[in-house]
């Protein structure tokens, strides 16, 4: 999609700039997600099934997102790309952790099931978006952390549960 903008761009002056978001969550995000992943689970018992607990990924709030996108729209300047991203790299023990800390849920048990380990080939062991060219360029800047977006995400899916099967692995 970015290669047909910038032809567009290039080609016909339309304006254009290019966001790229990272790991978005939040309230009706889908089941094939690992934040809902856990945190439906958690919500329904005290076992979490789980692939590899080590990945780091840049999670950023929804409503962070939609302001990244609005403030990129305003700009007057086109042809540049924006990563959408915390610049915060968090594993998913850490989503675990905080869910739990959230929830004041106490000896959880974690279990690795083997269907939900990516290839080691196919996994990204540490992923963090760069985002200073967007802060720069707009001011913006993440005002969700991670554990108060996690709140609005755990309130949601907790008045939401039905929509989901916490006990199936969504691929």
Not at 27 to 52: H, M, W
Not at 79 to 108: F, M, R, W
Not at 140 to 149: A, I, N, Q, T
Request: charged fraction near 25%.
């Amino acid at each position: 999609m970015e290669k047909l903008a910038w032809s567009f761009f290039y080609a016909d002056a339309v304006p254009v700039n290019i966001v790229r978001l990272f790991n978005n969550y939040g309230p009706r995000q889908s089941a094939r997600a690992v934040t809902p992943t856990i945190i439906t689970q958690l919500l329904t018992g005290d076992e979490v099934k789980i692939g590899s607990l080590e990945p780091k990924r840049d999670f950023t709030f929804v409503l962070d997102t939609v302001e990244a996108f609005l403030r990129v729209a305003e700009l007057d300047t086109y042809g540049a790309v924006y990563n959408i991203g915390s610049h915060i790299s968090i594993s998913v023990k850490d989503i675990i952790d905080t869910a739990c800390k959230v929830l004041g849920k106490e000896n959880v048990r974690i279990t690795t099931d083997e269907l939900r380990v990516r290839p080691g080939q196919s996994e990204v062991w540490s992923l963090k978006a760069e985002n200073k060219k967007l802060r720069d360029a707009t001011g913006w800047k993440p005002r969700y952390s991670y554990e108060e977006g996690l709140k609005v995400t755990i309130d949601w899916l907790s008045k939401n549960l039905g929509l989901y099967k916490p006990g199936e692995y969504a691929i």
